[in-house]
């Protein structure tokens, strides 16, 4: 089974519609990432977790909330869903010390119609 | 702040040749980690290469390493004997040990092995 997974693995929505993307990890990490790819632009932080009491906004935060449910689970919502949301997702792991290099979830290929 | 520049949106490569996949970085932290990350059609992102900025020697796991010159700000990564499935796009990215801690990652670049 996969480390992360994240949940729907593909979605169409329509404008102003609330969503909500799961992410779920067995790897027993205490760091947990949402991030959106767009073509061109690479992968863009939207929010962070250190821990389940720790939440953080990336670079691109607006449009979107999270919630830390457990240490295994980190959810991202958009609210009201708009076009320009259309994009890839990703949820990411990683753990403190080491290399800090982070584990990716499979994606969420999200449209917005 | 921050930044991850990789110049080269697309490169093509020879199978079994050498390609160099360049990544320079802009930082104001001393400790910090540098990563490569590929990322096939199939779209998931797969770990390669890890270089810390107190590494004296060039990380290197299989056929990729990772030129790092510290003076010059660059993480180059190198793919030996370039094989078909390593067409992919390729992401740099760095870690502050500071601060935030984020991640931010660099636009990519397409690599195309050629038969």
């Known amino acids: 089974d996969a480390d992360v997974t994240q949940t729907p693995r593909n979605r169409i929505t329509k404008t102003g519609k609330r969503i909500m993307l799961e992410c779920s990890q067995t790897?027993?990490?205490?760091?947990m990432y949402w991030y959106r790819q767009d073509p061109g632009l690479g992968l863009r932080l939207i929010y962070y977790?250190?821990?389940?009491?720790?939440?953080n906004k990336g670079e691109i935060s607006d449009g979107y909330s999270v919630s830390r449910q457990a240490q295994a689970k980190f959810s991202l919502s958009l609210e009201s869903a708009i076009p320009n949301q259309t994009a890839l997702y990703f949820c990411?792991?990683?753990?403190?010390?080491?290399?800090?290099?982070?584990?990716f979830g499979p994606g969420t290929r999200l449209t917005v119609t | 702040a921050q930044k991850i520049t990789q110049t080269q949106p697309g490169m093509f490569v020879q199978e079994k040749e050498a390609v160099t996949l360049d990544c320079t970085y802009d930082?104001?932290?001393?400790?910090?980690?540098l990563f490569w990350y590929k990322q096939p059609s199939s779209g998931e992102m797969i770990f390669l290469i890890y270089?810390?900025?107190?590494?004296?020697q060039n990380a290197t796991e299989g056929r990729y390493s990772l030129n790092f010159q510290k003076a010059r700000k660059s993480a180059n990564l190198v793919i030996s004997a370039s094989q078909l499935g390593d067409s992919a796009m390729y992401f740099c990215?760095?870690?502050?040990?500071?601060?935030?801690?984020?991640?931010?990652f660099g636009t990519g670049t397409r690599l195309k092995v050629l038969a």
């Open positions: 990411a792991t990683s753990q403190r010390g080491g290399t800090y290099e982070q584990y």
């Open positions: 790897k027993g990490h205490d760091r």
């Open positions: 977790s250190f821990d389940v009491k720790d939440i």
């Open positions: 930082t104001s932290d001393q400790s910090y980690g």
């Open positions: 270089q810390g900025s107190y590494d004296e």
């Open positions: 990215a760095m870690r502050a040990n500071s601060g935030t801690y984020k991640y931010i």
